[in-house]
Structures are given as C-alpha cells and as structure tokens.
C-alpha cells in the first residue's frame, strides 16, 4: 500500500484533476463525502472504494490517501505515517521537514505577502499577524525592521481590519479578500505552488511505486504546460 497525504482545501481541489489526468487512481466520492481516509485500487484507476463503503482494498497495489490540515502534510509524511504527500511550498518553509521534495506540480499557485491598510503602506511595520511566523520573521530581519509576530491559525486578514496588527503575512492567490476587506498587497514575498513530497525512508523501501507515481505526475505536468504555452498570453 502506497499512502498519500493531501492538503485540504485547494490544494487537493486542484490536485485530483492532475492525478486523473496522470492515470493515477483517485476516489470517485470525494466530493460526496466528508471522510478523511479513502482506498483506491492503482491496478485499475477509478476503481475506488472509500474508507466509509462497503469494502477494503487490502490488495499490495492500494493507494490510501489521508486528507489532512495543509500544515500537518509535511508531519505526516516525516513520522512515516504517509509515504508521500502533496502541500504548498509555503508550508514546508515554514515547517522544515526532514522529507524529500519531488516535484513541483505547478497548481495550486499563489504568493506568500505582505498586506495591510493603504493608510500604512508608508509607515514603519509594527505588529505582524501570520500563520508563518518563521517566514514572516526571516523576510522582516532581511528588511532590518524588528517587528512582534502575532500567530494565528484563520482569517488572518481580520486582525489588520480590526487594528490588531498594522500587517499580515499570508498567502493571496486572487487579492478578492483583501480587497473586500479594505487591505491591500504591499509586497509579494515570494511565489508558492503545490510540491510532491516523500518520506526519506519510504523513498527507499517503496521507490518503484513513487517513482512511478511521481514519474506519471510529471509527464501530466508537462502536458499542462505544453497546453497552457500553445494558448498564449491572455489578451487583458
């Protein structure tokens, strides 16, 4: 059995398009069901069987995947607990996992940035809500400004709205929220997309099956990039 560990949320939104299209098995309830754990069988792609139906795969060519907190993938994957997983770079910055990095599955794109009020766009940072602590405190120390971090785990936009912090450090992909809530980007850090990863043991032990997994993902990869070269630019 070959276990997977994804990032709820968007991340997994944009990845099982890309797994489907890489002939690797994925549920076909995923979107119907609130479980975490489902079994697939990768002898015969869509063939699936969750975790709450009627019945187990227990065949050697099982593939579970574990849908998890996008801060607990890298965890996940570290203890060994998945053999591979899939989470934004912006969060294995932040965690520094011991664990390999694969590939770069270019979905799921957005940028770690800093944002506040205009009216503080020209005022020195003071206070800094985050979910990236590490982060936010690497690229403020490289700015020379000493700031105090206000950890949060959600909506984090809220905390400059309300005047906890005169900035946040968190990831944007459209700026709609920001927007919506008066905030606006004053520097974009640093860009973000979804990254295979490998527990390093796993690597070892079972390098066939994620060779063969990540092999597949990135001749999907390519194929989207080909695609998205022979539309061109947009025209705005």
Same mark, same amino acid.
């Given at each position: 059995?070959?276990?997977?560990?994804?990032?709820?949320?968007?991340?997994?939104?944009?990845?099982?398009?890309?797994?489907?299209?890489?002939?690797?098995?994925?549920?076909?309830?995923?979107?119907?069901?609130?479980?975490?754990?489902?079994?697939?069988?990768?002898?015969? /792609?869509?063939? $699936? +069987?969750?975790?709450? =139906?009627?019945? @187990?795969?227990? *065949?050697?060519?099982?593939? %579970?995947?574990?849908?998890?907190?996008?801060?607990?993938?890298?965890?996940?994957?570290?203890?060994?607990?998945?053999?591979?997983?899939?989470?934004?770079?912006?969060?294995?910055?932040?965690?520094?996992?011991?664990?390999?990095?694969?590939?770069?599955?270019?979905? /799921?794109?957005? $940028? +770690?940035?800093?944002? =506040?009020?205009? @009216?503080?766009? *020209?005022?020195?940072?003071? %206070?800094?809500?985050?979910?990236?602590?590490?982060?936010?405190?690497?690229?403020?120390?490289?700015?020379?400004?000493?700031?105090?971090?206000?950890?949060?785990?959600?909506?984090?936009?809220?905390?400059?709205?309300?005047?906890?912090?005169?900035?946040?450090?968190?990831?944007?992909?459209?700026?709609?929220?920001?927007?919506?809530?008066?905030?606006?980007?004053?520097?974009?850090? %640093?860009?973000?997309?979804?990254?295979?990863?490998?527990?390093?043991?796993?690597?070892?032990?079972?390098?066939?099956?994620?060779?063969?997994?990540?092999?597949?993902?990135?001749?999907?990869?390519?194929?989207?990039?080909?695609?998205?070269?022979?539309?061109?630019?947009?025209?705005?």
């Amino acid at each position: 059995m070959l276990t997977i560990a994804l990032a709820k949320g968007r991340t997994a939104d944009d990845l099982w398009p890309l797994l489907d299209r890489a002939g690797v098995a994925i549920p076909q309830d995923v979107d119907e069901s609130r479980a975490l754990v489902f079994e697939v069988s990768s002898a015969s /792609a869509h063939a $699936a +069987l969750s975790r709450d =139906g009627t019945a @187990e795969n227990t *065949d050697a060519n099982t593939i %579970r995947y574990l849908l998890a907190k996008p801060a607990d993938v890298p965890t996940y994957v570290h203890f060994g607990v998945a053999d591979m997983g899939v989470v934004g770079k912006d969060v294995l910055l932040e965690s520094d996992s011991d664990i390999y990095e694969l590939l770069d599955l270019e979905v /799921a794109r957005c $940028a +770690l940035c800093v944002a =506040g009020p205009p @009216e503080e766009r *020209d005022k020195r940072p003071r %206070r800094i809500a985050t979910k990236y602590p590490k982060l936010a405190e690497q690229y403020f120390r490289s700015q020379g400004v000493a700031i105090d971090i206000v950890p949060l785990s959600g909506s984090i936009e809220l905390a400059a709205v309300i005047g906890l912090t005169d900035r946040i450090f968190d990831l944007v992909q459209t700026g709609k929220t920001l927007a919506a809530n008066g905030l606006e980007v004053f520097d974009r850090v %640093r860009e973000s997309s979804a990254r295979l990863i490998a527990n390093r043991g796993s690597y070892r032990l079972k390098r066939q099956q994620i060779e063969s997994v990540a092999k597949s993902l990135e001749a999907a990869v390519q194929v989207e990039r080909a695609a998205v070269r022979c539309q061109g630019p947009k025209v705005t």
